[in-house]
């Protein structure tokens, strides 16, 4: 057989707690060849976006990666960001502040987000894969611009919204949909969208602090467990959960990894609510006309699989150098 060639990968995100597991999965997941990362306000403001998602990288050895620094607001609305849920800069109980020498230095590009993500399209017509984890400001920007993501990439995959499960947000909203409805529904309308996974899948598998036991005991390690320690106590207090959702990381290893831990899915069209009124807008409903695509929403997905799955690759991207530089190698050759 010949060797797996690395699918191209652009991830954009607004790194809290469950992006940062998915940076780290998506860095170095030897099936995945990941061009770059776009951040977006969202979880936190902009500047700690951009900073963990710098420091997340070269603690994997993957500052050849580069950071494009987005929207620091959404397109019309005034930002609100998550500090009960995420910490007051992202990560939890861990703070990614301070300079450390020995990991080197990421590379942040002077290109704003929506270019960089309509430079590549350009670049790559067709190729490119788009996993966005927040707000869809810099998608949204980027058409708005005249990038057609929706015949440009190879697909462009959103966590957001929710359908029949409440929201995590308002009632029937989910956060990445409610800090910038405007920008969903411009990416809805757009035809942007190809595949969505909203909390109706998302939050099918729980993860616990005993859960984290199985990963080495490494420096990267301890900084997981502390950021996942905060997620689970707000999700204990909030919803009387003992656990938390992974909601990009699960999305993530669903749509691009383990596809077929997908179990349920529809095809259907949709639109998101931008009226004044808060406690409606953000909501995803079925768009009623036809002249707008179909999206593919996963639903459901085998939650015991995906548990394992992303324990087992968290594990992976946590453990020392030398051992993810093996695991990578002989995935490579297995392939």
């Keep these: 057989m010949a060797p797996m060639e690395a699918r191209p990968v652009i991830l954009d995100v607004d790194t809290g707690i469950d992006d940062m597991v998915a940076l780290l999965i998506a860095a170095t997941a030897p099936e995945l060849n990941l061009r770059g990362v776009t951040c977006v306000a969202g979880n936190v403001e902009i500047h700690h976006v951009a900073r963990n998602t710098g420091k997340i990288l070269q603690m994997v050895g993957r500052q050849d990666v580069p950071v494009s620094i987005g929207a620091a607001r959404p397109l019309q609305r005034r930002l609100r960001t998550a500090p009960d849920t995420h910490g007051p800069t992202g990560t939890g109980y861990v703070e990614l502040r301070g300079e450390d020498p020995g990991l080197g230095t990421t590379e942040y590009t002077p290109i704003p987000a929506s270019r960089y993500l309509g430079a590549h399209v350009k670049r790559h017509p067709g190729e490119m894969t788009i996993v966005a984890l927040g707000p869809l400001t810099n998608l949204a920007a980027a058409s708005i611009s005249g990038v057609d993501l929706g015949d440009g990439t190879r697909e462009v995959i959103w966590m957001g919204g929710t359908l029949e499960e409440r929201g995590n947000t308002t009632e029937t909203g989910e956060w990445n949909a409610c800090v910038d409805p405007e920008a969903a529904e411009t990416c809805l309308a757009a035809g942007a969208i190809n595949r969505i996974f909203p909390l109706d899948a998302t939050q099918d598998v729980v993860f616990t602090l005993d859960d984290l036991r199985s990963l080495p005991d490494t420096y990267v390690a301890r900084l997981v467990r502390d950021a996942i320690r905060f997620y689970v ?44 009124d808060p406690i409606m807008a953000g909501s995803l409903y079925r768009f009623t006309g036809q002249d707008r695509r179909t999206v593919d929403v996963a639903t459901d997905i085998d939650a015991e699989g995906m548990k394992d799955e992303l324990l087992e690759r968290l594990a992976r991207a946590v453990a020392p150098a030398e051992e993810r530089a093996e695991a990578r190698a002989e995935a490579k050759e297995e392939a």
């Design 233 to 276: 106590g707000f999700h204990r207090e909030a919803d009387g959960l003992d656990g938390c959702y992974l909601h990009d990381p699960v999305t993530l290893i669903a749509s691009l990894l383990r596809p077929d831990l997908v179990t349920d899915s529809a095809p259907l069209r949709l639109a998101c609510d931008t009226s004044a």
